[in-house]
C-alpha cells in the first residue's frame, strides 16, 4: 500500500471523527481544514472536499453545497465506523479514544 493509500485511509477516520463531535454531527469544510492539523494531518482544501466526496459515495456522510462550503453531515453507518463498530474497506480503524 503506497503512503497515499495510508494517509487517505488516516484522513478519512479523522473526519469522521470529528463529525462525531461536532454538534448534530454536522460541520463545514472549513472548520475541518482547521480542526485536522490538531491530530497531525495537514490535507488542501481540495484533498478534504475529495474525501468528503467519496465517503458520501460509501454512505458515510452526506454533503451540502452552501456558498463557498462543503457541509458534511455523519450518517448512521458513518457514526458507526467512527466508533470502531463497523469497517468500512479505505477507512482506518479507529484507535480507543482517550
Same mark, same amino acid.
Given at each position: 500500500?503506497?503512503?497515499?493509500?495510508?494517509?487517505?485511509?488516516? %484522513?478519512? +477516520? $479523522? +473526519?469522521?471523527?470529528?463529525?462525531?463531535?461536532? !454538534?448534530?454531527?454536522?460541520?463545514?469544510?472549513? +472548520?475541518?481544514?482547521? $480542526?485536522?492539523?490538531?491530530?497531525?494531518?495537514?490535507?488542501?482544501?481540495?484533498? +478534504?472536499?475529495?474525501? %468528503?466526496?467519496?465517503? $458520501?459515495?460509501?454512505?458515510? %456522510?452526506?454533503?451540502?453545497?452552501?456558498?463557498?462550503? @462543503?457541509?458534511?453531515? %455523519?450518517?448512521?453507518?458513518?457514526?458507526?465506523?467512527?466508533?470502531?463498530?463497523? @469497517?468500512?474497506?479505505?477507512?482506518?480503524? !479507529?484507535?480507543?479514544? !482517550?
Amino acid at each position: 500500500m503506497s503512503f497515499a493509500e495510508h494517509y487517505a485511509k488516516h %484522513l478519512r +477516520i $479523522a +473526519i469522521l471523527r470529528v463529525l462525531s463531535g461536532a !454538534p448534530s454531527c454536522t460541520t463545514n469544510s472549513s +472548520i475541518l481544514h482547521s $480542526a485536522l492539523p490538531e491530530v497531525g494531518l495537514t490535507p488542501t482544501r481540495d484533498q +478534504i472536499k475529495t474525501e %468528503l466526496a467519496w465517503m $458520501a459515495e460509501q454512505g458515510l %456522510l452526506t454533503v451540502g453545497d452552501h456558498p463557498g462550503l @462543503v457541509v458534511a453531515t %455523519l450518517t448512521e453507518r458513518g457514526l458507526d465506523v467512527a466508533e470502531g463498530r463497523t @469497517v468500512v474497506p479505505g477507512v482506518q480503524r !479507529p484507535s480507543p479514544r !482517550p
